[in-house]
Structures are given as structure tokens and as C-alpha cells.
Nanobody, 125 residues
């Protein structure tokens, strides 16, 4: 059974930093992507970053490029999202998800197969 568990959310002031973790288990596949998504109240879910298990390639949405960094620690089966220069508009529930055998790398949430439960990030002004 594939499971993803997010942690690391919390309350931070604007311009601050947080690091989210996505601990995975049951991912016996060799080819998958882990994506980070977020959803703010009243807004649609937004894909913000993803990383490929096959070659480590990454992708970022324009809204977080140059502020957020995705990385993975294969020994710990964990994917991280380092978030710097946080803004109040980054406030949302953040989810990680796994797409098995992706074609390319992207942030189409409909293609992701497994999801975590989410972690709240609140950025105060």
C-alpha cells in the first residue's frame, strides 16, 4: 500500500522559511514523480513543484520559482519542499502526491495516483 505523509507545516511570518517533508512508503516502483500541490480556501488546487525519481529532474510553477526548492532523500524515502521568502498568499494546505510511471514531468493533479492528507501552512503579514 502506498502512503504519503506530509509534515513541517505551521505558522510563519512573511519573508520567513519552512521546510515541508513528504515521507513515502510502499513505492516499490522505480519510475514515479512526487509533486507538491496546495489549496487555499475558496481557490482551486495549484501544482507548485515536482521531482522525478528516474533522473531527479524538477519542475516549478512560476508562482514559486526561485523561492521554493524540491529535493529528495532516497535513503529516507522522503521528498522535501524548502520554502523561502514566504508570502501571505502562500497560505494554503499543502499536499504531496505520487504519479506512477509518468510521461514526462508535470503538475496535472488528475494524473497523480496517491495523495497525502495535507499540512497547513499559514504565512502572516
Amino acid at each position: 500500500e502506498v502512503q504519503l505523509v506530509e509534515s513541517g507545516g505551521g505558522l510563519v511570518q512573511a519573508a520567513g522559511s519552512l521546510r515541508l517533508s513528504c515521507a513515502t512508503s510502499g513505492l516499490t516502483f522505480t519510475d514515479y514523480a512526487i509533486g507538491w500541490f496546495r489549496q487555499a480556501p475558496g481557490k482551486e488546487r495549484e501544482g507548485i513543484s515536482c521531482i522525478s525519481s528516474k533522473d531527479g529532474s524538477t519542475y516549478y510553477a512560476d508562482s514559486v520559482k526561485d523561492r521554493f526548492t524540491i529535493s529528495s532523500d532516497n535513503a529516507k524515502n522522503t521528498v522535501y519542499l524548502q520554502m523561502n521568502s514566504l508570502k501571505p498568499e502562500d497560505t494554503a494546505v499543502y499536499y504531496c502526491a505520487a504519479e506512477i510511471a509518468p510521461i514526462g514531468i508535470g503538475l496535472n493533479s488528475a494524473l497523480y495516483d496517491y495523495w497525502g492528507q495535507g499540512t497547513q501552512v499559514t504565512v502572516s503579514s
